[in-house]
């Protein structure tokens, strides 16, 4: 049995009958060099920097609910100061493929966060989160007052929560997901 690289070369020599007249040289074209255009030197352009145009005057935008045409005025509720917290929240859900369910409870925090609404039309909020004093306007609004640009530069909604002991809470929604509770501090009104 002949050898496995003695086969491939007699393969190979039995394929290809060549001989030395049947080689050509391969010849090569000639390369012409390629000749650019004159590039002309331009003048030199003034580049002046983008300026955005002025913004128009900011208008109050929608609140974070759908305001009524003609919302009451406001309760005297809303008038004081209140200490703000963050409730806390327990929720579940049911996974049926493992016949589970899960639950969750997340406490509340205090925060050092206070607002003092007053009845001319005028608020300060002490925020914490924003860590300065925020001083604004409120209007009526459908569910309560609307405090304009006050927390993170929103609109936020303040309106009252049910209360068996007759105190008034509050609550202070952002219209995405922040809340707030409020309940009047000692003194401040």
């Not at 086969?7 to 390629?34: H, M, N, S, W």
């Not at 509720?77 to 049926?96: E, I, K, Q, R």
Request: with cysteine; proline share 12%.
């Amino acid at each position: 049995m002949p050898k496995p690289a003695s086969l491939l070369i007699l393969c190979l020599g039995a394929g290809l009958p060549a001989t030395a007249q049947d080689i050509q040289p391969f010849r090569a074209q000639e390369v012409k060099p390629y000749s650019g255009q004159e590039v002309k030197p331009s003048r030199p352009q003034e580049v002046k920097p983008y300026r955005a145009p002025e913004p128009a005057a900011v208008q109050p935008g929608p609140s974070p609910r759908r305001e009524s045409p003609a919302p009451a005025p406001a309760s005297s509720a809303f008038f004081g100061t209140f200490g703000l917290a963050v409730p806390g929240v327990a929720y579940s859900w049911d996974n049926h493929a493992t016949q589970t369910r899960t639950s969750v409870v997340a406490a509340g925090t205090l925060t050092k966060s206070s607002l003092r609404v007053n009845p001319d039309g005028t608020y300060e909020w002490n925020s914490a989160w924003d860590g300065r004093l925020i001083r604004g306007r409120w209007v009526s609004h459908r569910d309560g007052i609307l405090l304009q640009n006050g927390q993170e530069r929103k609109d936020w909604v303040m309106g009252r929560l049910p209360n068996p002991s007759g105190a008034a809470v509050v609550y202070l929604y952002d219209g995405n997901y922040m809340t707030y509770h409020g309940t009047p501090k000692p003194g401040g009104r």
